[in-house]
């Protein structure tokens, strides 16, 4: 008689750890999907409606988009989908000023939107890692590492050729994206001590910014005139103009639940290269989807730029892991909370020129996706010990 051997439960093993890996690596190469997909549609349902439908009154439309944050947030919170914390009147007053950055931030996004093509506004929009990285030297005295520099500064070059080489140069749109660029990084900046100071959840964060915001972005609405030229806006009743002016509204809160589902199926890092990465694809596909005429100076500036921004990622990327090799010992820190899970909220903190979701205030989130395991619900779990997130564009 032969003897029994264990061949059959043990392939079955391997294949049902071979399913979860599958398994593992589809989620989050799904939430970082729909990360990027999210950040590059937004931005191209924006310049549709500028352009398309020849809207011009951006300060309305980041009226809709605070407003609908402000409901959703509301709504969530009351059907227990998301937790907000207490509302404090100290803290409140004090995200004032960070406000009133990002309101004058989105003013000048999307005002600029409107005078220049996407790839231009895109390159244009870089220039906030240089903006930070001259705040980070005035302030706190930090300089980054030589690679990290030489990145920044081919990024740049590459946007001074593109301009060079611009069909469509608008002095008044250069203008103001370089403006939003500033703000951004005083916004990233602030967000970031801020977010250190008051150890603020995200979502709380978020709804004290949109509640100051909005009154904000109505006041710029009203004093600039837009109101009259909204109300006679020939195409204000056109289903698809509603449409698409709605879902632009919804689109900034959908973004920031993007970020949080790639940063929590994958993690901070992942969001970051994809953050990063998203900008190359934005920059092309604009290209194509609206018809833009370039000559060779734009696209070899366009080259220099997206090498530049690939070049910073690989940087940020590969410093990330050296950083998790050394810390390889150390105890892992928990991984991001559910948005339901007020005992472990998910905070902002800031890296670099950009902002992260963290399981704690400061906390560092290392890996990208497919370097955890499943849970109960289906998302990864990782151990979280230091990060990188979303770029504020």
């Given at each position: ?221 009203v004093l600039t005139g837009e109101v009259s030229g ?127 979701l963290s399981p704690r205030p400061g906390a560092d ?29």
């Amino acid at each position: 008689m032969p003897l029994p051997t264990h061949h059959g439960p043990s392939n079955g093993l391997h294949g049902n750890k071979g399913a979860a890996a599958r398994a593992q690596r589809a989620a989050g190469f799904s939430a970082a999907a729909f990360y990027g997909v999210m950040s590059v549609a937004s931005v191209f349902l924006n310049k549709a409606i500028f352009q398309v439908w020849r809207y011009r009154y951006p300060a309305s439309l980041v009226t809709g988009q605070t407003l609908f944050t402000v409901v959703c947030i509301c709504v969530l919170s009351n059907l227990g989908v998301i937790k907000i914390a207490k509302f404090n009147k100290t803290h409140f007053k004090r995200v004032f000023w960070v406000s009133a950055v990002f309101q004058l931030k989105l003013v000048l996004d999307m005002s600029a939107l409107v005078l220049v093509n996407i790839p231009m506004y895109g390159i244009l929009k870089s220039a906030t890692t240089p903006f930070v990285m001259l705040l980070d030297y005035m302030l706190r005295q930090r300089v980054p590492s030589g690679k990290i520099q030489l990145a920044v500064w081919l990024t740049t070059m590459g946007g001074f050729v593109a301009g060079y080489g611009d069909l469509y140069f608008d002095p008044l749109g250069y203008a103001l994206a370089l403006a939003s660029a500033a703000c951004t990084a005083c916004y990233v900046v602030l967000v970031g001590k801020i977010g250190d100071d008051l150890a603020l959840d995200s979502f709380t964060l978020l709804l004290y910014n949109s509640l100051w915001s909005t009154p904000l972005s109505l006041a710029i609405t009203v004093l600039t005139g837009e109101v009259s030229g909204v109300l006679t806006f020939p195409d204000l009743a056109e289903p698809m103009f509603v449409a698409a002016f709605v879902t632009s509204c919804a689109s900034a809160f959908v973004l920031n639940y993007a970020t949080y589902v790639c940063t929590r199926v994958n993690d901070a890092l992942t969001t970051s290269v994809v953050g990063r990465t998203k900008s190359v694809v934005q920059g092309v596909g604009g290209l194509f989807a609206f018809s833009v005429e370039i000559g060779w100076i734009n696209v070899s500036g366009l080259s220099l730029n997206s090498l530049g921004i690939l070049w910073y990622a690989w940087e940020k990327y590969a410093d990330e892991r050296r950083r998790n090799n050394v810390r390889a010992g150390m105890t892992p820190l928990p991984k991001l909370a559910k948005l339901s899970d007020a005992r472990h909220p998910h905070f902002i903190t800031r890296n670099d020129s950009q902002l992260t979701l963290s399981p704690r205030p400061g906390a560092d989130i290392p890996r990208g996706f497919g370097s955890g395991k499943i849970n109960e619900g289906g998302l990864t779990r990782h151990p979280r010990t230091s990060g990188n997130a979303q770029t504020v564009g």
